[in-house]
């Protein structure tokens, strides 16, 4: 069973522009979440994507997007990058939306 | 608005002391209750849930966590903790009836185990 993978693991962006990071859902799970782990702090819930649709969002703006495509893999898209932006993005799956969730091992994003 | 409290930033003890980390949320519906724990240089990982039934459950590596409705807690218990124990421990709460799902994490509590 392969777990959850995110992609890439390392990313540097200038103040302005945008990114894309990737995830990839364990087998047979049809829910993604994705959160933001600023240093020291618990992870922040940005949104959920249940069979394709977004089930649920944070308190994040709306330059802060998402996919999930068929395969249930899901796509976080960040806008004019910010300083505040730079973080670890953790995408974690579930069997079902409220089941326990297995973590990727995020990617880490500079903004500079 | 939900939200989900650690009381403990840090905490140190010895091996085979008693370990009890505080969580309490506010949120008036049903909740899905996990425990997640960081090891160093490793992914978050469950420890344990509560969904429903027995309010004690019971989870990986000797850990357990009690769900008092009435005080809003879900607090995590080892009755001895070892020197593996030493990661980052964090209590996150889901609410099971809405529409829409949102998970909230704690800040989380560092636990250092003394050798």
């Known amino acids: 069973e392969t777990g959850v993978t995110q992609s890439p693991t390392h990313l540097i962006k200038t103040r302005g522009q945008q990114v894309t990071l990737r995830c990839s859902s364990q087998?047979?799970?049809?829910?993604v979440s994705w959160y933001q782990q600023a240093l020291g702090q618990g992870p922040q819930f940005i949104f959920q994507y249940y069979r394709e649709e977004e089930n649920g969002r944070g308190n994040f703006p709306p330059r802060f997007s998402g996919l999930q495509f068929p395969n249930y893999s899901s796509e976080l898209n960040v806008n004019a990058l910010e300083l505040d932006d730079s973080a670890l993005y953790l995408c974690?799956?579930?069997?079902?939306?409220?089941?326990?969730?297995?973590f990727g091992p995020g990617t880490r994003l500079t903004v500079t | 608005a939900q939200s989900v409290s650690q009381h403990n930033h840090h905490v140190i003890l010895s091996e085979a002391a008693s370990l009890e980390l505080g969580c309490n949320y506010s949120?008036?519906?049903?909740?899905?209750l996990f425990w997640y724990v960081q090891y160093p240089g490793q992914h978050l990982q469950l420890l344990l849930k509560?969904?429903?039934?027995?309010?004690l459950v019971k989870g990986i590596k000797g850990f357990e966590a009690e769900f008092i409705k009435s005080k809003f807690s879900f607090n995590l218990r080892k009755p001895s903790v070892q020197w593996s124990d030493t990661a980052e421990y964090f209590c996150a709460v889901n609410a099971r009836d809405s529409s829409a799902s949102k998970i909230i994490f704690g800040s989380g509590t560092r636990l250092s185990i003394r050798p």
């Open positions: 949120y008036g519906g049903t909740v899905n």
């Open positions: 509560y969904f429903s039934g027995d309010p």
């Open positions: 974690a799956s579930s069997l079902e939306a409220g089941y326990e969730q297995y």
């Open positions: 087998s047979g799970h049809n829910t």
